[in-house]
């Protein structure tokens, strides 16, 4: 999965602002757990604590009881990159903004083996549906395999 391959860009400036050596995947349980207290913390940087809180907004706000180990996070920052890519953004400028708005690296190839692979289920979905004479499941996926294309 696509979040396996996420690290955080300064994972040691909060291992030295926390005195707690943490690992720079992002989606690792260990990074979670340290993410709400950093973010308070005011001897980060202020855009360090900004992405922290992008992070925490925008991928651990969910009421699961096993948040952060309920696997939401990892879906959460998939549907983003893949919103992303509807928008029109292609992988490298998708691994750019990753960077920029969460701190966030992934490398582009990586990406786009992603967005090869969702098309692919995508595909699969479109054809059970076909069958199972679903049309507005197989417009649906149509409209998603050509925004993810394009």
Avoid at 16 to 26: E, L, Q, S
Wanted: aromatic share 6%.
């Amino acid at each position: 999965m696509i979040a396996e391959k996420a690290r955080f860009r300064s994972a040691r400036k909060i291992e030295r602002a926390i005195g707690v050596r943490i690992p720079d995947r992002v989606f690792n349980s260990a990074f979670l757990e340290v993410v709400p207290p950093a973010m308070t913390n005011r001897s980060l940087p202020q855009r360090i604590r900004e992405q922290l809180l992008n992070i925490h907004h925008d991928f651990l706000a969910c009421k699961c009881k096993d948040n952060p180990n309920c696997g939401c996070p990892e879906r959460k920052f998939a549907k983003t990159i893949l919103e992303y890519r509807e928008t029109g953004l292609d992988h490298r400028q998708i691994s750019e903004a990753l960077l920029e708005e969460y701190g966030i690296e992934v490398f582009p190839a990586d990406i786009l083996g992603f967005l090869e692979e969702t098309v692919h289920a995508l595909e699969v979905v479109r054809e059970v549906a076909r069958i199972e004479g679903k049309t507005d499941l197989v417009k649906k996926t149509d409209d998603h395999i050509r925004a993810v294309e394009r």
